[in-house]
């Protein structure tokens, strides 16, 4: 992953089930360590998918990521 865009600090990823939506939907957060500065985003996985929260994971870090420079 890549450091925080407004401080450059590490950033951790937390993924889990979201309560209150389907089963098999997890949320997933992505924060810096040390501003704070934090990105969420709801994951409905396709039912039969193998590894739903390695996907969730995979779309958080895409998202965080991605940088207005990069477009």
Known sequence: M?????CGAEARRSIAPA???????????IRC?????????LYPAP????????QARLEIERRWNRRAKDA
Do not use: S
């Open 33 to 41: 360590v040390a501003c704070g500065a934090e990105m969420h985003t």
């Open 19 to 29: 309560k209150g939506h389907p089963m098999g939907t997890y949320i997933a957060t």
């Open 47 to 54: 039912p039969g998918m193998k590894d739903p929260q390695r």
């Open 2 to 6: 890549k450091p925080c865009p407004f």
